[in-house]
């Protein structure tokens, strides 16, 4: 089954049980011609890689053929192979396969074991990608959406407003900046600009508020000054993230690629903020670092955020009851069992590269955050 939607934590939990030789592969792709032909040939490759890991271990010619017989339908699958994105998550067991097309970018990787992998997954749905963007100059305005699986488009406005600053104004309506002289008045040109700022800034307010009435989702502006300062002071309550530069002549996919560019960043200043938070309970036994720690922790139930690295494997073995850990290069990703415990007790994951965390208390493997501290949980920070 193709999945183009994000996985919801249903999905995470879902592929977070027990499995069978289960595959699990990540892969970076690209949405071109040449990109999808590389995928589709990395993606073989992993299976292969995958099938020998089997054999290895001891599985059965059934068994191994079962595996090819999936891939295969994947493989033959042409509407996957013709809507790539920016990563591909594959899994694969006897009776399951799942494809995720994702627009983040994940790292390659490739498990074999009793379990899939969720740790790159949950990427996907905790680094956010979507935003809303304002085009402003004195010709005009629009509003956009950029959501995590769709390009920046024009949102259709519920209402009438002003078109451009002459418009808001009350005088000539303009269309291009060579009319700019025609504000030029009594009032004054940055009087007008200020009005005009106002009255946009309104119907943002309006529109947006019926969209994302919590003002969850930051809001690009692409604009000049004054204007982009004008904007600014009108207190909107979305996260504000200034592009500078005339927005007037920009297509959809620059306005789109100026979004992602920064998005990563606002995410990143974002975790950074609430392991900041996290970090504060530190010597009341709020939080801890050490792995062995937040097992027991996730086991208790006592995990209400873990924030962790999805780039690297600590290979092992969790006790989902005791929160016990052994380390085993044969085992599977600790993190990513911890994550799924962490998800089917009400908390929240948090994957993230190391680099992106600039807390102090991080230690570029994980943080978690609890609910109520556990005896002799308090302790000085890893490193």
Same mark, same amino acid.
């Given at each position: ?16 049980e ?8 990540y ?15 990395s ?7 995958a ?12 068994e ?17 192979w ?7 998550a594959?899994?694969l067991?006897s ?20 379990y ?19 085009t ?16 920046a ?15 808001a ?16 008045? !009594? ?6 600009l !200020?009005?005009?700022a106002?009255?946009?800034? !309104?119907a ?36 504000v ?39 504060a ?42 929160g ?13 069992r911890?994550?799924v415990?962490v ?14 965390v600039?807390a102090?208390?991080w230690n ?20």
């Open positions: 089954m193709i999945r183009y939607e994000l996985p919801t934590v249903d999905d995470l939990l879902r592929l977070g027990p499995t069978t030789n289960a595959v699990t592969i892969l970076p792709t690209d949405p071109t011609p040449a990109g999808r032909e590389l995928a589709a040939t993606a073989k490759s992993a299976v292969d890689e099938v020998r890991e089997l054999r290895a271990a001891g599985a059965t010619a059934a191994q053929d079962a595996l090819r017989s999936a891939w295969d339908a994947v493989a033959g699958d042409t509407a996957l013709g809507q790539l994105s920016g990563s591909l594959v899994f067991a009776g399951v396969s799942e494809q995720y097309v994702l627009p983040n970018s994940l790292e390659r990787q490739i498990q074999v074991g009793g899939f992998d969720i740790g790159q997954l949950a990427r996907s749905i905790t680094s956010p990608q979507s935003a809303y963007a304002l402003l100059s004195s010709s005009g305005w629009n509003l956009w959406e950029a959501s995590a699986t769709t390009r488009t024009e949102l259709e406005l519920g209402d009438e407003y002003a078109d451009d600053a002459a418009d104004t009350n005088r000539m309506t303009i269309r291009g900046r060579q009319h700019l002289r025609r504000l030029v008045g !009594d009032e004054g040109k940055k009087v007008l !200020d009005r005009y106002q009255v946009v800034a !309104d943002v307010r309006s529109e947006l508020g019926r969209l994302d009435p919590n003002a969850v989702r930051p809001l690009f502006v692409f604009a000049t000054e004054p204007l982009l300062g004008m904007i600014q002071a009108q207190g909107l309550p979305w996260e993230v200034d592009v500078p530069g005339s927005p007037d002549d920009l297509r959809p996919d620059q306005i789109d690629e100026a979004i992602r560019s920064r998005i990563g960043g606002l995410n990143a200043s974002r975790v950074s903020a609430r392991a900041d938070a996290i970090g309970g530190f010597a009341s036994g709020l939080a801890v670092t050490d792995l062995a720690q937040a097992a027991k922790a996730a086991a208790a139930g006592a995990v209400e955020v873990l924030i962790y690295d999805f780039t690297v494997d600590i290979l092992g073995a969790f006790d989902d009851a005791t016990d850990i052994t380390f085993d290069e044969a085992g599977y990703d600790l993190l990513s911890l994550a415990k998800l089917a007790t009400g908390g929240e994951v948090i994957a993230v590269r190391p680099e992106e600039s102090e208390i570029g493997r994980l943080l978690a955050g609890l609910r109520f501290p556990l005896a002799g949980q308090a302790s000085a920070p890893t490193t």
